[in-house]
């Protein structure tokens, strides 16, 4: 544990040196912070500080958890912005501990890394993610035990950089099943892949809002048995599923 606070203090100060001399020599009008976990309430107080018009400070929450953590709370009345990716009653939590001026709704951003890829299309339906026990909803929960272990299709859980784009584009259809399901707008960093790579989406009709988002982009379906009916129809009759449906 010493170690470990002393590997977080060292990282405070190389990161408060940093960013001081990103203020002083390009005097940034904001200052984009990333979740925040690791960063100091302290060191947000000495950026307001630094200049005579100290950069705003924004906060992006790029994940969701059910609780709000002890470290986020710290942050209240610290930033000038906050933004996560849900906009329903999670955002709401999040946004009332933080008590910024402006909270909104801002989606996991594209990488470019994924532009101008092209790969054989081998495989039907694939999913990306790791098994979670402790968050981990029914519905994941039937991704990895079941759908998986009865091979109605892969999942690639180790692949990263290029054979992580690969793995994505050489599949039909990608399917987007989060930890928390009916959140409204969540987008984890999973679907914007997929949407990166031009995948066919197909996600469970409770997930709600991503029609405004990404009219047309979305195959909705209300249950995994659904999932199965179109994958082995697809299999047997070499048909393309989003026709079928």
């Not at 470990?4 to 990103?22: G, R, S």
């Not at 950026?47 to 986020?72: Q, S, T």
């Not at 930033?79 to 849900?86: A, G, I, K, L, T």
């Not at 990488?111 to 495989?123: R, T, Y």
């Amino acid at each position: 544990q010493k170690n470990n606070k002393t590997k977080v203090n060292e990282y405070q100060e190389n990161l408060k040196i940093k960013l001081f001399d990103l203020i002083l020599n390009f005097k940034p009008d904001l200052i984009w912070i990333g979740k925040g976990n690791g960063i100091y309430r302290s060191l947000l107080k000495e950026i307001r500080r630094k200049g005579i018009n100290p950069p705003k400070i924004a906060l992006w929450y790029g994940d969701i958890r059910d609780k709000v953590p002890e470290y986020f709370r710290e942050f209240a009345g610290m930033v000038d912005f906050f933004f996560m990716s849900s906009f329903g009653k999670i955002f709401k939590k999040f946004s009332e501990a933080i008590e910024a001026p402006v909270n909104n709704y801002f989606i996991h951003p594209h990488n470019p890394m994924f532009d101008h890829f092209d790969a054989q299309k081998k495989n039907v339906v694939g999913f990306t993610g790791r098994y979670y026990k402790s968050i981990s909803c029914d519905e994941r929960d039937f991704v990895h035990h079941e759908l998986v272990k009865e091979n109605f299709f892969s999942i690639e859980e180790n692949a990263v950089g290029m054979d992580y784009v690969r793995a994505i584009n050489s599949f039909d259809f990608m399917l987007n099943v989060n930890n928390f399901v009916g959140e409204y707008l969540y987008t984890s960093d999973r679907l914007s892949h997929y949407l990166s790579c031009g995948a066919n989406i197909m996600l469970l009709d409770r997930d709600e809002g991503f029609e405004k988002l990404y009219p047309g982009c979305f195959i909705p379906f209300k249950n995994f048995n659904e999932i199965k009916f179109l994958i082995k129809k697809s299999y047997y009759t070499g048909e393309i599923a989003y026709r079928i449906m």
